[in-house]
């Protein structure tokens, strides 16, 4: 057969096809198996249910992928893999389990961290003749700026450096580093992929065999294996990947645009828009924008978190990527002090994008000083 579209790739990758096998993929739930066998034991060895969501990712971004139990088991088998006194490149704002993990190795003195802003392309080239590995988020949590990932995964490199995206909020759908020189690609399962707001799992995937043999090792010896649910749950969600991110894509312009016209609204970062900072870098590409933007309310902090308690459909609470739209403001979280104090992080979801609005602007009227 002809190479099938993401959108078909999505709904039939990881079925069996074999007659008298179910059509959809069952959650294997199981510790050890009979022997003799090649699979022995599931956290070394994973399950036909993993298996199946690694096949579906990995084809997305057109190399291997491994299933972790969460997002953050898999930055940490990435990160974790840098020997004592390398060198590492994460934006200066990175997400906060990642902050976490920088800090915790700099107290430790186990490598040295290089903060760089994000939209500062020329920073990250040079670092890639000197760190040993840049660790980039595309689009980024929370203020949603966007990479130049042709031309930081593509610049020249000192020997044995590693270029790894974390292209969560993009989406397989919406951006493919590897194919733009990255080396790993990480995903939250959770977000997304799972959709659904069910499971905690994670993803890397990479076209380098020694890298992935090497990943799939240290998954193994830290026990950060996906569960059998969990797996399954990710690859149900995953088969409505399309559907979803066509529909929330969708969603988010309408919402961005009306957001920035609005006069309680004092800014809305959202890369479909052309006032972002990094709008022209993910047009040349990006396939689309994604669902998640941040806006900030005029006003006061406590403004914003009003704004979030008093909407009625959309859902205020942490994560994202479900077909729920959520939103929360950030400034609160531990080691996010430094976000404006009135942005707020929304998720847009798949819901009727009027009923969202009219949301929106009841909660926005009702909080107005």
């Known amino acids: 057969m002809e190479k099938i579209s993401p959108a078909s790739w999505v709904v039939s990758a990881g079925r069996s096809r074999r007659p008298g096998e179910p059509l959809n993929v069952a959650p294997v739930l199981a510790s050890n198996f009979y022997l003799p066998s090649e699979r022995v034991y599931s956290r070394g060895d994973g399950t036909t249910t993993a298996e199946a969501l690694e096949e579906l990712i990995g084809g997305l971004e057109g190399g291997v992928a491994l299933a972790f139990s969460s997002g953050m088991a898999a930055v940490a088998a990435v990160l974790h893999r840098l020997p004592v006194g390398a060198t590492l490149a994460v934006p200066e704002d990175p997400y906060h389990g990642v902050a976490g993990l920088c800090a915790e190795g700099e107290e430790l003195g186990r490598w040295t961290v290089l903060r760089l802003d994000l939209a500062d392309t020329e920073a990250w080239v040079q670092a890639a003749q000197t760190a040993d590995l840049l660790w980039l988020e595309s689009p980024a949590n929370p203020l949603i700026t966007v990479a130049d990932l042709p031309a930081i995964c593509g610049a020249p490199r000192r020997a044995g450096t590693l270029v790894a995206v974390d292209s969560t909020f993009a989406t397989p759908l919406v951006q493919k580093p590897l194919e733009l020189g990255a080396d790993i690609v990480m995903h939250s399962a959770t977000k997304f992929i799972g959709g659904h707001s069910d499971l905690l799992g994670g993803l890397l995937v990479s076209r380098r065999v020694e890298l992935f043999d090497e990943l799939a090792e240290r998954r193994k ?25 066509e529909r929330a894509q969708h969603n988010a312009m309408v919402l961005a645009e009306r957001l920035e016209a609005h006069p309680e609204i004092s800014r809305v970062r959202y890369p479909g ?17 994604g669902a998640m933007m941040s806006f900030e309310t005029t006003g006061t902090g406590e403004r914003a978190g009003a704004v979030c308690e008093r909407a009625e459909l959309i859902n205020h609470a942490t994560s994202l990527g479900g077909i729920e739209s959520t939103m929360e403001r950030r400034a609160v979280i531990p080691g996010q002090e430094t976000i404006p104090p009135t942005l707020i992080r929304f998720s847009v979801g798949c819901e009727d994008v009027e009923d969202l609005w009219n949301d929106l602007s009841q909660a926005l009227e009702a909080t107005r000083a």
């Open 273 to 289: 828009l052309p006032s972002h900072d990094t709008h022209e870098a993910a047009k040349r590409f990006m396939s689309g924008f």
């Open 221 to 245: 010896l830290t026990g950060a294996i996906i569960g059998g649910l969990e797996a399954f749950l990710a690859t149900r969600g995953a088969r409505t990947l399309a559907l979803r991110i």
